[in-house]
């Protein structure tokens, strides 16, 4: 069975760095697409980027200056970073396996983290 | 358009059938796939493809697609489905996913 979990700091400054990291277990790591998904209070989900094995990457156009993700391939982990969050960075952040073809789908996830900008 | 647009709200009163709705100019190339998400909890995976639910999801839940729409339907509906459900499909490019701005059901 496929599991992530995430961690990372949930309290954050305005214009500081968010951070997180997510560990995949159970499954293939290699041949993945591996995405960051947002969810701020009381609204819907947001994808904000991806991740391959290799460090290919795709981001949302909305957030491409300030996202940067990266991969440990002998870990088996992938991290998002944010840069100078705002409060309207404030949501729950959850990392998500992603699967490609005309059938592809985010299927597993993290437990998410909520992360707060507050001065 | 590289957006998914659903239906912000539907109702379904319990033991009958609802059919919650995803349009968008990228299904003519990628199957929809469907996320139910219950309060403060995580969203998951219920549907997926022409015909796909994943392991430990009742077949209650089923799929269609035609053209620019998808559409998930519950038959039988329990007060345990009263959930946001969001369709997601990657965008017409290939190179990013969009998601349905949510559809909230509520079971009367």
């Known amino acids: 069975q496929v599991q992530l979990h995430q961690w990372g700091a949930g309290l954050l400054k305005p214009s500081e760095t968010l951070s997180l990291t997510c560990a995949v277990s159970?499954?293939?790591?290699?041949?993945?697409?591996w995405s960051w998904i947002r969810q701020p209070p009381g609204k819907g989900l947001e994808w904000l980027g991806e991740?391959?094995?290799?460090?290919?990457?795709n981001y949302n156009p909305s957030l491409k200056s300030r996202l940067t993700m990266s991969v440990d391939t002998s870990k088996n982990q992938f991290s998002l970073n944010l840069a100078s969050v705002t409060a309207a960075d404030t949501a729950v952040y959850y990392c998500?396996?992603?699967?490609?073809?005309?059938?592809?789908?985010?299927?597993?996830g993290g437990q998410g983290t909520l992360v707060t900008v507050s001065s | 358009s590289s957006e998914l647009t659903q239906d912000p709200a539907v109702s379904v009163a319990l033991g009958q059938t609802v059919r919650i709705t995803c349009q968008g100019d990228s299904l003519k190339k990628y199957f929809a796939s469907w996320y139910q998400q219950k309060p403060g909890q995580a969203p998951i995976l219920v549907f997926f493809g022409k015909d796909k639910r994943p392991s430990g999801i009742p077949d209650r839940f089923s799929g269609s697609s035609s053209g620019t729409a998808a559409s998930l339907t519950i038959s039988e509906a329990q007060a345990d489905d009263e959930a946001d459900y969001y369709c997601h499909s990657r965008d017409s490019t290939g190179y990013r996913w969009l998601i349905g701005g949510g559809t909230k059901l509520t079971v009367v």
């Open positions: 991740i391959s094995h290799s460090g290919s990457t």
């Open positions: 998500a396996r992603g699967t490609t073809g005309t059938t592809g789908r985010l299927d597993y």
């Open positions: 159970g499954g293939p790591f290699s041949g993945i697409y």
